[in-house]
C-alpha cells in the first residue's frame, strides 16, 4: 500500500507539471497580452514588459514560473496591482469553499434521502415525483434558478437579501441555486446504485434471515450503494467549490470563480497560472486521496489494481 | 398377471397442430427486442421518446414554416410578445423568437449530437485498447486520461475558444478535447470486465486477433452503457454550450442556440420574461426528455432490475 | 439518330456560349469585408445591427467576427481586420484629445492612414495660442479626416442612470472622475440619511494615482484624495477649489505658480506639502513605475524625456543600468515641476495649454507622500491600511471584491462642505442583480442597461436621467482591404449608414447619431461652446443618403473591377 501510495503521489505531480505546461503554452498563444489596452503606447508596454519580466524569452519565463511554482509562489496579479495571487486565492477560496460545501451538504444529504425513497418504491408515485425533482434540477440552468429565487424570495417576498455576502441569511440563496444541480444528479446516481443492489442476492439472503426491513435497507442497501457515490465525491467536491462563477456573478459574492474566467479575459498571466494550478492540485489530490480511500475500503479494488499494474 | 399388448389401433399419428407444438412458437426475442419490450413499458421513457421526436420535428420544419428568417431584423417590432405574426414574440433586434427558437434548437442538438459522438468514437477506442491490452499500455493511456482530467475544463475551453476563431467547429473541438475522457474510463472499466469472460477466451483461443476481439465481442458488449452514458452526455453538452453563452462563448452572431438566446433572454429577464422563458422550457425539455430515455434505457439495458 | 444529332447540337451551343460568357470583361465577386467586433452581449447585438444595415442598404454582408475585447485590441493593432467597431474616450476636454489619434504614424492610428495636410494642421492646433486658429485648423483637420473617411463616424454614446429620489448633489461628468460624491446628500432617505448604497460593479483594480486608468478607481480616488483643483459643480475649476489656495500664471502661459493650501495632511497625521505633488508627478513618469497614463503628463516640460529613458536590466548589464539611471536622474532634475518650499510649486509647461488646469483636477496629477509609498512598494494602495488619503472621504472597510465603505474625513480642509457619512459600494457585475436591488431600495442609484429603459421610462420616469459621455463610436477601415482602399468605397458606407436608424432602432438607448467625429462634449473656444456644432454641425448626413451610397458604391466596386451586388428589394 505504501507503494501504491508513493506512486500515485509521484503520478500527481507529473501531472501537475504537464497542466502547467500546457497552461503556459496555451496562455500564450492567446491574442494580446495583460498590458493591452485602448490608450497603451509601445513605449510604456516595453516598460511594463521590463517590470513584469515579459521581456524575457519565453523559455526563461518557464523557467522562473517552474522554480516560483515550487517555492509555492504564484506571483504578483497583473490585472490587481500590488495583490499577490497567493493572497487572493487565500483570501476568496475560503469564500467558495464555504459557498461550495453549504451547497454540497445541501445536495449530498437530500439527495441521497430522494434517491433512497425513489428506489424504495420503484415505480410508484413517490419515485416519480423523485425523479421529475431530480430531472427538472439537472435541466434547468442555475442562472434561471438563481434569478427567480432572487425575484421571489428577495424582492417580492422580502425574505432573504437578494445579494451581498454578509450573514448565513445571504448563503441561502446561492447556496441552493447552486446545489440544485448536484441534488438532482445525486438523487439519480444514488437511485440507480440503490436498485443495483436491492437485486443483489445478499439482500435476498438478509430477508431470508428475517431482519427487519429497516435493516436491511440501512445496513446492507444504503451502506453498499453509497460506495460509487464517494468515488464521485471527490472531483464533485473540488468541482463545486471553485466552480461557483455563475452563482458567484450574480449574488456579488467575493470568490475564486470569476477570477477562473476574468483571469483569461484580462491575460493575468500569473492570476491564470495561479487558478489553473490550484483548481488542478485540488483536483488531483482529492481524486487521490478517493483512490486510497476506495482502495482501503474496497479489496477488491487493491487486487484488480495489483493485477492492473 | 394381465398384460396388454397394444395393437395398432391405439396409435393415432400427429395432427400438423402436434407435430409444431415443439417448435418454438415465439420468433426468437434478440438482446435489443427485449431491451425495446422493457424499454416500452417505461412510461417516462416513452414520453421523453416523444417529445424528443416532436422537437425534432420542429427543429427541422420550424424555421421553414415560418415566415421570418431567423436573422431578419423587423425593426419598430423590438421585444415583442407573442403575437399573430410573430408567434413566439421577438427579441431585442425585431427578430422572431419562433424562427430563432427552433433554428437554435436545431444547432444545440447538433452540438450536443456531434460532441457527443465525438466523445463517444474517442472514449470507445481509447477504452477498449487501453482495457483489452492492460499493462503498460494501458497504464501509459490511462494516465494520459488522468492528466487530462486533472486539466480544469473550463480554462482550457476558454483558452481554445480564445486562441481559434469563433464558430460552432471550435465549440465542438474545445468540448470535445477534454469531454472524451469519461467515455475512455467508462469503457475501460467494462472492457476490462468483459475480457475476462469465458467467450473472450474462447475467441482467443481459435486464434481471433486482438482488433477482432476488440471490434467484434467487447465494443459491442459494452454497447449498453455507452448508449446509456451517450443520453446524458448530450443534455451535458447543450448544457455545456449553454454555460460557454452565458460567459459570453457561445456560438456566433447571428447564429442562435438555445444557450445564446437563453442568455440574451436573461439579460432583459426582468421586463421580457418570455424572451427567456421560452428557450429554457425548450432546452429543459430536450434536457428532460434524453434524461428519461437515457433513465429509461438504463433500466431497460440491465436485466437484473427486470421485475 | 435523330436524337444523337439535337444531342450534338446542343452541346456545341452550350460550349460556344460558355466560351462567349468568358470573354467580356471579366468580373469578380466581391471579397468579403470581414468585420470585427467586441463580444459582449450589447456589442453583437450593435454589430449586428450594422450588418443588418449594410446588407440592407448596399447588398453587402459583412463576416462578423466577435472577439474578447484584448483579442479586438491586438488584432487592430496587427491590422488583422477589415472593418472594426471601435471608440475613443476623451483624456482632456478639448478636441485635440480625438483629432491626433490620426496623425501619421500616430501610436493609435491603427488604420495606418496619413494626410499630410492633416498632420500640418494637427501640429499648428497644437502649438499655436490663438483659441480661435486652433479650432478652426482642428475643425479644418476633421473635414479631411471625415472626407477621406479612414474612420466612419456612427454614434455618441450617452449615460443612462436612475437614482432615488431622496439621493441627491452626485455630481456625474462626460470626463473621468464620472462620478463625483463630494456634494452629495440625501434628503428622507428610508435607510437614514447622510449614507449612500451604490454598486461600484466591480473591485477598483488599481488605486495608486499614479498608475491608476480606470473609471471605477478613478471615481474612489476623486473621492479619497484631491489634486491641485477639483472641480466645482457647475464645471468650472476656480481658485482654492482643491489643495491649491491659489495659482499665478505667466505672461507666455508657460510657468503656473502653485500656493499650497496652509496645514493640509495626510491621514496619517503628516503634512500634506508641494513635495508630494512633486514626488508624485516624477513619479508618474518615470520608467520604473511604468504608468500606462504617462502621456498626460508630457504636458510638463521634460516629462517625456524622463519617460524615454532606457533602463537595461540591472544583472544583465550592471554598466548600463549604472549610466541610465544617471541619465534617469537629470532627467527628472530638469523636468519642469519644482517645490520650491513646502506651500510652493512652480511648474513649467512644453506649450501654452488651455486645459492644463483641469488636468490637475485628474487622478494621475494627485499628490504622493513619498515615505508611505516607498513604505509599502508594490503594495501601495492594496489595503485599507495601506495608503494614505487628503479627499473628502476616507476608505473605511474594504473587502475585496465584494464591498467597500467610504467614511467622511474629518481631517478634510472642506470637511464643512461634505454632508454625507458614509457611502457603502457593492461589487456586482450581474446586470439583472443592480436593478432588483433598486427596486428594493438596497441601491440608491444605478446604471441603467440598455435593455432596462422602457422598463424605467415607464415605470420611474422621474428617477431616470441621460447625459452625454465624451465618448465616440466609429468604424475604422482597413486601408489595405481590395474594396475598402478606395475613398469612393469607403464614402459610401459611410452614406449607406442611417446613423438615424441605427440609434433609433438597434442601440435604443439615447445614443446620438454622430454627423461628426468628436462628440458635442469636447469644448470649443470658450465654456459653453460646442466644437462641432460650431464647425461641424451636420456635415455627414444623420439619415445617410441611400440612393448616393449605392450609386457611388456600384461605380467604385466596378472601377475596381468587381460585380457590384443587388440591394435587397423590400
Known amino acids: 500500500m505504501g507503494r501504491y501510495i508513493l506512486r500515485r503521489f509521484g503520478f500527481m505531480l507529473i501531472s501537475l507539471w504537464v497542466i502547467v505546461t500546457v497552461s503556459f503554452i496555451l496562455m500564450n498563444a492567446v491574442p494580446g497580452g495583460p498590458f493591452t489596452s485602448v490608450k497603451l503606447t509601445p513605449l510604456v508596454e516595453k516598460q511594463l514588459e521590463r517590470k513584469y519580466g515579459l521581456d524575457k524569452p519565453r523559455w526563461q519565463q518557464y523557467i522562473t514560473l517552474l522554480k516560483n511554482l515550487l517555492r509555492f509562489d504564484l506571483g504578483l496579479s497583473i490585472r490587481e496591482r500590488g495583490r499577490s495571487v497567493n493572497d487572493i486565492i487565500k483570501y476568496t477560496f475560503p469564500t467558495s469553499a464555504v459557498l461550495g460545501l453549504e451547497a454540497l451538504t445541501f445536495a449530498v444529504t437530500l439527495g441521497l434521502a430522494l434517491g433512497i425513497i425513489a428506489a424504495l418504491y420503484r415505480g410508484k408515485g413517490l419515485d416519480y415525483a423523485a425523479i421529475i425533482i431530480a430531472v427538472i434540477g439537472v435541466s434547468i440552468p442555475n442562472f434561471v434558478v438563481a434569478s427567480i429565487l432572487q425575484y421571489v424570495f428577495g424582492y417580492k417576498l422580502n425574505l432573504l437579501p437578494i445579494a451581498r455576502w454578509e450573514s448565513f441569511k445571504h448563503t441561502i440563496l446561492p447556496a441552493f441555486a447552486l446545489g440544485l444541480g448536484t441534488l438532482a444528479s445525486m438523487t439519480r446516481m444514488m437511485r440507480s446504485s440503490m436498485l443495483e443492489v436491492l437485486s443483489q442476492d445478499f439482500i435476498r439472503t438478509a430477508k431470508a434471515k428475517g431482519l427487519t426491513s429497516a435493516q436491511i435497507i440501512w445496513r446492507h442497501g444504503v451502506r453498499n450503494a453509497i460506495l460509487p457515490i464517494v468515488t464521485i465525491l471527490g472531483p464533485l467536491t473540488a468541482a463545486i467549490t471553485t466552480g461557483t462563477l455563475v452563482i458567484e456573478r450574480m449574488f456579488g459574492i467575493p470568490g475564486l470563480g470569476k477570477y477562473f474566467v476574468e483571469s483569461i479575459y484580462n491575460r493575468d498571466y500569473p492570476m491564470i497560472m495561479g487558478t489553473t494550478v490550484f483548481y488542478s492540485a485540488i483536483l488531483l489530490f482529492m481524486t487521490f486521496l478517493v483512490d486510497i480511500a476506495y482502495g482501503l475500503v474496497d479489496p477488491r479494488i487493491r487486487i484488480a489494481r495489483g493485477k492492473g499494474d | 398377471m394381465l398384460r396388454y399388448n397394444p395393437k395398432p389401433e391405439d396409435f393415432i399419428p400427429l395432427t400438423l397442430d402436434e407435430k409444431e407444438s415443439d417448435a418454438i412458437t415465439r420468433p426468437p426475442i434478440g438482446y435489443w427486442q427485449d431491451v425495446w419490450m422493457r424499454f416500452r413499458k417505461n412510461k417516462l421513457a416513452l414520453t421523453g421518446l416523444a417529445i424528443l421526436a416532436i422537437l425534432g420535428i420542429m427543429a427541422i420544419t420550424g424555421p421553414i414554416i415560418s415566415q421570418w428568417d431567423y436573422r431578419e431584423c423587423d425593426y419598430g417590432h423590438f421585444n415583442e410578445f407573442v403575437s399573430s405574426s410573430h408567434w413566439f414574440g421577438t427579441d431585442y433586434l425585431g427578430r422572431d423568437m419562433f424562427t430563432r427558437l427552433w433554428h437554435g434548437t436545431r444547432i444545440s442538438v447538433f452540438i450536443g449530437v456531434t460532441a457527443a459522438v465525438i466523445d463517444l468514437v474517442i472514449g470507445v477506442i481509447w477504452g477498449g485498447i487501453a482495457g483489452y491490452f492492460g499493462g503498460i499500455v494501458d497504464d501509459i493511456m490511462m494516465r494520459i486520461v488522468d492528466i487530462l482530467y486533472g486539466i480544469p475544463y473550463l480554462l482550457v475551453v476558454i483558452l481554445l475558444l480564445v486562441v481559434m476563431e469563433p464558430g460552432l467547429a471550435s465549440i465542438i473541438i474545445a468540448m470535445s478535447l477534454t469531454g472524451w475522457v469519461g467515455m475512455a474510463r467508462l469503457v475501460r472499466g467494462q472492457v476490462l470486465q468483459l475480457k475476462e469472460m469465458e467467450y473472450v477466451l474462447a475467441a482467443r483461443s481459435i486464434g481471433a486477433s486482438p482488433r477482432r476481439i476488440i471490434a467484434r465481442h467487447l465494443i459491442p458488449n459494452t454497447m449498453g452503457v455507452v448508449l446509456v452514458s451517450l443520453t446524458s452526455s448530450i443534455p451535458g453538452a447543450i448544457f455545456g454550450e449553454a454555460f460557454l453563452s452565458f460567459i459570453g462563448l457561445g456560438v456566433p452572431m447571428p447564429q442562435a442556440s438555445l444557450g445564446t438566446l437563453a442568455n440574451e433572454g436573461y439579460q432583459v429577464l426582468r421586463i421580457y420574461p418570455q424572451n427567456m422563458i421560452i428557450p429554457a422550457v425548450a432546452m429543459s425539455l430536450l434536457i428532460l426528455s434524453f434524461n428519461f430515455v437515457g433513465d429509461g434505457l438504463r433500466d431497460a439495458l440491465d436485466p437484473r432490475l427486470r421485475q | ?570
Open chain 3, 1 to 570: 439518330m435523330q436524337i444523337k444529332k439535337t444531342a450534338v447540337v446542343f452541346t456545341c451551343v452550350l460550349l460556344v456560349a460558355s466560351l462567349l460568357a468568358g470573354c467580356g470583361p471579366k468580373k469578380q465577386s466581391l471579397p468579403a469585408i470581414r468585420f470585427l467586433a467586441d463580444d459582449s452581449e450589447a456589442a453583437k447585438k450593435y454589430a449586428q445591427g450594422l450588418q443588418e444595415i449594410f446588407r440592407k442598404n448596399l447588398g453587402i454582408e459583412l463576416v462578423l467576427e466577435n472577439v474578447d475585447f484584448k483579442t479586438r485590441l491586438q488584432k487592430m493593432r496587427d491590422q488583422d481586420f477589415d472593418l472594426v467597431f471601435a471608440g475613443w474616450g476623451a483624456d482632456y476636454n478639448d478636441p485635440m484629445s480625438f483629432i491626433d489619434l490620426w496623425v501619421t504614424d500616430g501610436p493609435y492610428n491603427d488604420v495606418g492612414w496619413s494626410n499630410e495636410e492633416f498632420d500640418e494642421l494637427v501640429t499648428l492646433a497644437k502649438t499655436s495660442t490663438d483659441q480661435q486658429e486652433r479650432m478652426e485648423a482642428m475643425a479644418k483637420a476633421e473635414k479631411i479626416l471625415l472626407d477621406e473617411a479612414p474612420i466612419i463616424p456612427v454614434y455618441w454614446r450617452q449615460r443612462n442612470f436612475a437614482e432615488h429620489p431622496w439621493a441627491k448633489g452626485i455630481v456625474r461628468t462626460a470626463f473621468a472622475p464620472s462620478n463625483e460624491w463630494k456634494w452629495a446628500y440625501t434628503e428622507g432617505r428610508p435607510g437614514g440619511d447622510n449614507e449612500l448604497n451604490l454598486n461600484l460593479g466591480e473591485e477598483p483594480p488599481d488605486l495608486q494615482s499614479v498608475t491608476c486608468t480606470d473609471t471605477v478607481s478613478i471615481d474612489i480616488l476623486n473621492a479619497t484624495l484631491e489634486g491641485l483643483v477639483r472641480m466645482n459643480p457647475d464645471g468650472v475649476y476656480e481658485q482654492g477649489s482643491g489643495l491649491a489656495e491659489s495659482w499665478t500664471v505667466s505672461d507666455d502661459g508657460l510657468v503656473y505658480t502653485f500656493t499650497i493650501k496652509d496645514g493640509l495632511k495626510w491621514s496619517n497625521g503628516e503634512p500634506l506639502t508641494a513635495h508630494d505633488f512633486e514626488y508624485a508627478w516624477k513619479t508618474v513618469v518615470d520608467p520604473r513605475t511604468a504608468s500606462q497614463y504617462n502621456y498626460i503628463m508630457f504636458f510638463v516640460k521634460g516629462a517625456e524625456d524622463v519617460a524615454n529613458v532606457e533602463i537595461p536590466d540591472e544583472e544583465e548589464d550592471p554598466e548600463g543600468y549604472k549610466d541610465a539611471i544617471a541619465e534617469l536622474q537629470e532627467a527628472l532634475d530638469n523636468m519642469g515641476v519644482q517645490a520650491i518650499d513646502d506651500n510652493h510649486l512652480v511648474v513649467t509647461l512644453e506649450a501654452p495649454s488651455t486645459f492644463f488646469l483641469s488636468l490637475c483636477a485628474f487622478s494621475t496629477y494627485y499628490p504622493l507622500n513619498q515615505k508611505a509609498h516607498e513604505q509599502w512598494g508594490e503594495g501601495y494602495a492594496t489595503e485599507v491600511d495601506k495608503m494614505l488619503y487628503c479627499g473628502p472621504f476616507v476608505i473605511d472597510e474594504w473587502k475585496h471584491g465584494s464591498k467597500m465603505v467610504l467614511k467622511k474625513n474629518t481631517g478634510y480642509w472642506d470637511a464643512d462642505n461634505v454632508k454625507l457619512d458614509s457611502i457603502h459600494f457593492d461589487m456586482i457585475k450581474d446586470i439583472n442583480t443592480p436593478v432588483t436591488m433598486y427596486e428594493a431600495n438596497e441601491l440608491d442609484a444605478i446604471g441603467v442597461p440598455g435593455d432596462f429603459i422602457p422598463k424605467f421610462q415607464s415605470e420611474r420616469p422621474d428617477e431616470f436621467k441621460q447625459m452625454p459621455e465624451a465618448v465616440s463610436f466609429y468604424l475604422e477601415c482597413n486601408l489595405n482591404h481590395p474594396l475598402l482602399k478606395d475613398p469612393k468605397v469607403r464614402q459610401a458606407l459611410s452614406l449607406a449608414l442611417d446613423r438615424q436608424e441605427y440609434c433609433d432602432n438597434v442601440l435604443r438607448n439615447y445614443s446620438e447619431p454622430a454627423y461628426a467625429y468628436c462628440p458635442p462634449s469636447m469644448q470649443g473656444a470658450e465654456p459653453g461652446e460646442v466644437f462641432v456644432e460650431k464647425y461641424l454641425k451636420d456635415y455627414l448626413p444623420i439619415t445617410g443618403d441611400v440612393a448616393r451610397a449605392q450609386k457611388l458604391f456600384k461605380e467604385a466596386v466596378e472601377a475596381l473591377g468587381y460585380e457590384a451586388p443587388e440591394p435587397p428589394t423590400k
